[in-house]
């Protein structure tokens, strides 16, 4: 059974071939172009360790504009006479737009460059957040402008996480990807943190408004912070010339996309990413609700920030561990953490609630040392659009099961269901990753490089 393998130093001679030998080419046949890496240029050092941290603090915000409405959901329900249905709708419209985005962001980000497309789409998704609530007051029927401003929320987001993959793998080395990756993934849980916490207090003190303000206007601020410092004021505009100068590392053929997702290990990768976004979208969006619901004199800011203080040293330790060890970060990820979403189903107390979520948040934070890193080792010529497949897809299963999760909470009057749906298709993911994912690059002919496999 293969499993996938993850080295920090990869300095074996047949992956030296890999890099250096003029031979590996990605084109149509009969053309000759150079190795995508030699028009590398990996970051400083120093420099990597300045944007590891900008990354972290702009994913952190990400999900601070991003978590806003499922912290303020309850508030909004009560004051716009939404049902559960309703309130599903409203925060599943999100991934829809999040499933558009997601490839044309990889595939720009592969050509102009990722931190063009992270700082103009953060510029813009800022600005909608700081914006929804004069949607939600001014307009006659909230449920449908809050479900539009949820929509063009997903499609500006969509494009952030293939971007930074694509950022990654064209300016950071291979033993140094886990670590960035984990790191700026703690973002997303750092972010929560802080709008659980900071949000559920501007919640109680100044109305739900106040959290959409902030979050927004902070998020803008970032943006115009990286064009200022670390762009030097260089414009970020993506023209027509520039994506059709873009390097020959994006630069495959239709016969090498088919050739690509034909091969089991990217089919393992997509589907197992599919699981555990759709899985962690859902726990996002509803676990608010779950504990008002089941806990309705629990403070907020308590279920709010702890599950997310303990998945950040988690997601930290799951780099660390990616970069020196085997990874098993999605044994970890799918399989234990379905046990203690199992074991919310009979929970009875709160704090027992707590815990149980807590370790589910912080073991689902290991997939950033699996897959996440695993696409750079199977396609780093296309890293960022086959990212993008893969987060369109697990948007996609986000939206249907964040919506299905509201029907069966109303048609079931329990949350048992939920969170038995979220362990079967953790299980599912868990499965066909131990099956079939590698570690191997497949995203240029085998013949013309050596691979090294390792099995068990």
């Not at 497309?117 to 909608?128: D, F, K, N, R």
């Not at 200022?228 to 053929?253: A, C, F, H, W």
Request: proline fraction near 4%; charge should be positive.
């Amino acid at each position: 059974m293969a499993i996938l393998q993850k080295h920090g130093k990869i300095s074996g001679p047949d992956l030296v071939c890999l890099k250096e030998t003029p031979s590996d080419t990605i084109g149509d046949a009969g053309g000759h172009q150079k190795n995508w890496s030699e028009h590398n240029t990996n970051w400083p050092r120093p420099l990597a360790r300045v944007w590891t941290v900008v990354l972290l603090l702009g994913t952190c915000l990400l999900y601070c504009a991003r978590v806003a409405m499922p912290i303020c959901a309850v508030s909004m329900a009560e004051k716009f006479n939404w049902t559960k249905r309703e309130q599903g709708m409203v925060l599943g419209s999100f991934f829809w737009g999040y499933c558009f985005t997601q490839v044309l962001g990889g595939y720009v980000s592969d050509r102009v460059g990722g931190e063009k497309v992270l700082l103009l789409s953060a510029a813009a998704w800022g600005a909608m957040t700081a914006f929804t609530p004069v949607l939600a007051h001014f307009c006659s029927q909230p449920i449908f402008s809050m479900t539009l401003a949820r929509f063009l929320m997903g499609l500006l987001q969509g494009v952030h996480y293939p971007s930074l993959v694509s950022l990654c793998s064209q300016k950071v080395v291979e033993s140094e990807r886990g670590f960035l990756m984990s790191t700026v993934g703690s973002g997303s849980y750092l972010g929560t943190l802080v709008i659980g916490g900071a949000g559920s207090l501007m919640l109680d003190l100044y109305g739900w408004e106040s959290v959409f303000y902030v979050s927004g206007l902070l998020s803008v601020l970032w943006a115009y912070c990286i064009w200022k410092y670390l762009l030097r004021g260089e414009g970020p505009v993506i023209t027509l010339e520039s994506l059709g100068r873009g390097g020959p590392r994006s630069n495959l053929s239709r016969r090498h996309w088919l050739r690509l997702f034909k091969q089991p290990a990217v089919c393992a990768v997509i589907i197992t990413h599919l699981c555990t976004a759709s899985t962690f979208f859902t726990m996002l969006s509803w676990l608010p609700t779950y504990f008002k619901d089941t806990f309705p004199d629990a403070k907020g800011w308590v279920f709010n920030v702890i599950p997310w203080f303990v998945a950040i040293p988690s997601s930290l330790f799951s780099g660390c561990l990616s970069d020196h060890l085997i990874s098993r970060g999605n044994f970890f990820s799918m399989g234990v953490s379905s046990v203690f979403t199992l074991l919310l189903c009979g929970t009875t107390t709160f704090p027992t609630a707590v815990a149980f979520v807590s370790a589910t948040m912080g073991l689902t934070t290991f997939s950033h040392s699996g897959v996440s890193v695993n696409v750079q080792d199977l396609a780093p010529s296309c890293a960022g659009a086959l990212f993008g497949v893969m987060n369109t897809c697990g948007a996609f299963s986000g939206v249907l099961m964040v919506y299905f999760s509201g029907y069966l909470i109303e048609a079931t009057g329990s949350w048992a269901s939920v969170f038995t749906l979220i362990t079967v298709v953790n299980l599912v993911g868990l499965v066909t990753f131990l099956a079939f994912a590698e570690a191997r690059r497949v995203d240029m002919d085998s013949s013309k490089g050596h691979y090294h496999d390792i099995h068990i």
